[in-house]
């Protein structure tokens, strides 16, 4: 069903008022039917400053919303690029229609208030198809609930490896580790640093025209070109899946996230037949690598693991109004930067009487759209000893960095020297 109510509003605006351009509703992603008519006081209230909330933060690049109910107030919270900006306040009957109305849109029990629900709305925006991702949380002592909303561009292609910050030499030692039908190469991060994103760039390194890459792996609403989607047979054990992939002579295999053991184990027993890549939640490819140490031994993780690749998202400095400065060669020294780096670039910074340009493409934000900090630890002769004498997460990391492997702090200071990045923008993402 779709239901857009592009020009309806309670109140005709004036002529001289500008108009919003208006966003769409076009159903639950659950495909849950959405009776509005069976909901028209609700509608009444809520339809159109859900319209307005929304299409505003996609006007301003907002890609999550969150509403906290404060007392007789609600607090609204746009994140750009992850970082926060206060957006408009709401009285809180008002945060109330716009979560219900959300809720109703999204195909959600508007009824249910106590337990925390999750959903999505299919919309379009100038042209753009965009999901919304609906989560509500409940708050402690019954003061209502939290609403978050995430907008995900269906049209945004942030997938190949040199969008995503793949260097050259990185993507050619992934292509190497994936080519000999062994090995287990493992994603890690925490949640919403852009794990998938990440996974999704190492499957693109891989020479898809020489190597046969299945998938067992549910990619939601993604696709990836060059790679053989498996069928789930019903009641197929995973042992089973894996075996019938090795059979019609797979190079590698795509997993869904290792969460349960067995599956871990079972996945790491194939990587001397077949090559798999999976992700697996810990904080960063270090710490990884000693959680995996703790679940499997130390043998089978200094045999069988390849590498383990993490990310850091950080903001990329707009191109329209970025700043040039000639940095102090003391600065140099002590971020590490060679002597000879003549320019660095910073967000626009105000005037002597403190104005500040205005800049049609990020809103004098300074930072347009992000991009991905990626440190990769190969297991190296010398990792693998250091695996195997049970070394701590920092020594495994201070090995990788001495062989010259990809680190975060390497590859922050490659993006501010290339001017892509600021100093003040790498400080902020390694504090957060
Ligand atoms: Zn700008």
Known sequence: MVFGFGKSRAVEPSSEEIEIESILFQGASNGNPVDLKAHGRLTQAGLIPAKELISDALARRADMIRIDPKGRAAAVTLYVDGVPFPG????????????????????????????????????EYKQTPYLLLIDTMPMKGGGGERLVVRARNLDQQLETPDELGFTEELRLRIREITSHREKVVLVSGPPNSGVTTLSFGVIRSIDAYLYAIFSLADFGERSITHISQQQIVEGETYDKQLARC????????????????????????????????????????????????????????????????????I?????????????HPKLLQKVGLPPETKVLYRPPQPTAEGDMEHCHQCGSIGYYGRTGLIEAIEV???????????AEPRQIKSAARKEGMQSFQSDGLRLVAEGKTSLEE??????A
């Open 426 to 431: 790498l400080q902020r993402a390694f504090k």
């Open 380 to 390: 190296s002769e010398k990792i693998k000893e250091l695996i195997l004498s049970g």
């Open 246 to 313: 090795v059979r019609s002579e797979a190079d590698v295999i795509i997993v869904d996230p290792l969460l349960a053991d067995d599956r871990l184990k079972m996945t790491f027993e194939y990587a001397n037949r077949v090559c798999l890549v999976s992700e697996y939640k810990a904080r960063d490819a270090a710490h990884c690598i000693e959680q995996l140490r703790e679940k499997l031994g130390p043998q089978q993780v200094a045999e069988r693991l390849g590498m383990v690749l993490s990310q850091k998202l």
């Open 315 to 327: 903001r990329v400095l707009c191109d329209e109004c970025k700043q040039a400065y000639r940095p």
């Open 88 to 123: 408009t306040r709401m009285s809180s009957p008002q945060a109330l229609a716009v979560t219900q109305m959300l809720k109703l849109l999204a195909g959600l029990s508007v009824k249910e208030r106590q337990r925390p629900q999750s959903g999505g709305i299919h919309t």
